[in-house]
């Protein structure tokens, strides 16, 4: 710029004619700029013109979208919901499960998701929400009761997962959890696992019912339901299920299906799946008195034998032994009997026969083919005949079986009845072994609280039992009124035991309701075993913990090692203490105190009758056990009774044991009666 003034300064160039070339150069600049400015304007104006044009011929353009792949669901972006949930922090995840397990992808705008209840109380349930299960095995605690998943409609994915045992506490916890975690336009996917009826409140059920569930009030022992529901959804939801069990057992639920994040719910409660059994029908309407079993809801129930899913008892002998059911005078006690025979898992209908008198129970016949099970008439009328007329028929049916199992009338089975009887089997080839039973007659819900125990006792419990086919041939049938002219109960095998025991389980695996012809009248004797409330196991699985220990030379060592362990205490008592107990029939004045779960605890005393047990009859009286002045002290094995209290093993020690000579139990200064 200097050198430029410099250079016209030179030629006589005035610094006027300087500034009017650079005006006149700003100007022309900005001439240039305010045409391109023009030329945007007109162009703008064109665009929108044609935009217009198009939009009136044609309609708006399509707008672009992006999908974002979200935990096996798809959702558009951008979001159009208002903020994302925050997840509960402390929920665990799972295994991750592409699809929950789906063999194909679910719609735009759905999850997958994968239900299942478990098929017993060992199979643990599972819920899996977008590939990730968040209820398992020690995951969120999922179990007994109801389980609890709420999912974020707007990610799709779970945000809390919870778990609430109805069964041993009440649901006022779960109450809260549906009123503060289940938020406008979440969705809950709730589950029931083994038992979680009895605790569940009326306003838990309302609270479910107005979150959409149909079926939830008629949820009971053992039945096995699940919704999927919205909050702020109106009618019922679109995904319930309701599975009544029998005898204890449940049919499991195992649903997989895509789920939208948008429910709609059902104006009415949809219709359950129909189902027919016409034979069922037709006896129901001639006998409407059996009340449960041709109910409205039930005539047309088919009838299936439950499936072994124990595969430790497969290709047991037990599932082929004959079962010879004693049929009483009633029907629709009978009736009780089968319905809980037909639910024993692995149970095989051809080798059930019912031998029942027509004289004096009819349609017995009508009644088993409902069942697919066998009918055997007789009129014998005398109980070791009746018993005769089964065991013959069992062998003459079935020569190739080595082994008849027994029901006396008036008897509800245990869910694991068979599962007991297959697992201890083996034990009736020992020879000091005459019989299984399924019946304890101590067993008494304060003296027996271990389902994992058996014992062997001398006395013959009768009701249900397990012999060997050759023990009849050889040795009952030669005999039979002296050894079975009475009930089991009463006391079989009296003068012709030969010196043999019965294994009996802690915890009942059979309920006789006390009703019936058989318990009447009322003796001493009938209402000291059956009409006091008992203990029975409701679990389907509950094994064993000392089967192998019942042969005669194991159970001694057996018995010498829990007398010797670490475990095992000493109850110190006086005469006066037991005498004051026994007399009111309470042991509340003895103060027990069982400090160490799962221990021995141990009643040493010294028995001073010296022609039957009347000592251990006192002990009895003052624990619970069965009493009655005219019988002995059922469960004894050599001068020593055992049983079960608050989870632990209690044994009465007396001086005709030959552990009694052990210190510090031949110590003991307590004597009796």
């Not at 240039?32 to 304007?41: E, I, K, L, T």
């Not at 069922?280 to 079993?293: A, G, L, N, Y």
């Not at 899913?309 to 029907?331: D, K, Y």
């Amino acid at each position: 710029g200097k050198l430029r003034l410099h250079q016209h300064s030179s030629t006589n160039t005035t610094l006027t004619d300087f500034v009017d070339v650079f005006l006149f150069s700003f100007h022309s600049v900005e001439a240039s700029a305010f045409r391109h400015v023009g030329f945007m304007g007109i162009s703008v104006f064109v665009g929108f013109g044609l935009y217009g044009i198009y939009e009136f011929f044609f309609g708006s353009p399509p707008i672009h979208r992006v999908e974002f792949f979200q935990a096996n669901s798809t959702v558009p972006f951008p979001f159009q919901d208002h903020g994302e949930r925050i997840v509960s922090q402390y929920m665990q995840i799972g295994e991750i499960l592409p699809n929950c397990g789906l063999d194909y992808v679910c719609p735009q705008d759905h999850f997958p998701v994968h239900i299942y209840s478990g098929k017993s109380k060992d199979d643990m349930p599972k819920i899996c929400v977008s590939g990730k299960y968040v209820i398992q095995k020690d995951i969120n605690d999922g179990g007994r009761g109801m389980n609890m998943v709420v999912v974020d409609s707007h990610r799709m994915k779970p945000v809390n997962a919870r778990h609430f045992d109805t069964y041993a506490m009440d649901s006022s916890e779960m109450e809260l959890f549906l009123m503060r975690e289940v938020r406008e336009g979440d969705i809950l996917i709730a589950m029931t696992f083994d038992e979680a009826s009895r605790n569940l409140g009326v306003m838990a059920k309302n609270l479910l019912a107005d979150l959409g569930s149909s079926q939830i009030q008629n949820l009971q022992f053992r039945g096995q339901w699940f919704m999927i529901s919205q909050r702020g959804m109106k009618g019922f939801s679109p995904y319930e299920t309701l599975k009544a069990s029998k005898g204890g057992l449940w049919s499991p639920i195992d649903e997989h299906m895509c789920v939208p994040r948008h429910l709609s719910g059902r104006v009415i409660m949809p219709d359950p799946k129909v189902m027919q059994n016409d034979a069922r029908s037709k006896f129901c309407e001639q006998h409407s008195h059996i009340s449960d079993f041709c109910s409205v809801d039930q005539r047309n129930v088919p009838l299936k034998p439950a499936i072994l899913t124990n595969r430790q008892l497969v290709g047991s002998a037990m599932f082929m032994t004959p079962i010879m059911v004693i049929a009483g005078e009633s029907l629709s006690t009978l009736t009780l009997t089968l319905e809980t025979i037909l639910s024993q898992p692995g149970i095989q209908p051809r080798y059930v026969v019912v031998v029942y008198n027509p004289e004096v129970i009819k349609d017995v016949t009508q009644l088993c083919q409902l069942f697919g099970f066998n009918a055997k008439a007789t009129t014998e009328k005398e109980y070791y005949r009746i018993m005769a007329v089964a065991f013959e028929t069992a062998y003459g049916l079935f020569p190739g079986s080595s082994y008849v199992t027994v029901i006396e009338e008036g008897l509800l089975l245990a869910p694991d009845f068979m599962a007991y009887s297959a697992s201890i089997l083996p034990v009736l080839h020992d020879p000091t072994v005459i019989a299984i039973s399924a019946w304890n007659a101590n067993g008494f819900p304060n003296v027996s609280s271990r389902a994992d125990l058996v014992y062997r006792v001398e006395d013959f419990p009768g009701q249900a039992f397990t012999i060997r086919m050759a023990t009849y041939m050889k040795e009952l049938k030669p005999n039979m009124k002296q050894c079975c002219n009475k009930r089991g109960w009463e006391g079989w095998l009296e003068l012709g035991r030969w010196e043999r025991e019965m294994v009996v389980p802690d915890v009942s695996r059979v309920l006789r309701r006390p009703l019936g012809s058989d318990l009447e009248p009322v003796t001493p004797l009938i209402h000291a075993l059956f009409h006091r409330l008992r203990a029975t196991n409701l679990e389907m699985t509950s094994p064993l913990s000392n089967a192998d220990t019942l042969t005669s030379d194991r159970y001694e060592s057996h018995l010498l090692e829990l007398l010797n362990s670490s475990h095992a205490h000493v109850i110190s008592l006086t005469k006066e203490d037991i005498n004051a107990c026994a007399l009111n029939e309470s042991t509340t004045n003895l103060k027990l105190v069982f400090d160490d779960k799962q221990s021995v605890y141990v009643v040493p005393y010294m028995e001073l009758d010296m022609t039957g047990f009347g000592g251990m009859k006192i002990l009895c009286r003052c624990f619970g056990l069965f009493y009655d002045d005219h019988s002995s002290p059922r469960g004894l094995h050599r001068g020593l009774l055992r049983f079960s209290m608050e989870g632990n093993e209690v044994i009465f020690l007396s001086n005709r044991n030959q552990h009694f000579a052990m210190s510090p139990y031949n110590t003991t200064t307590l004597s009796l009666p």
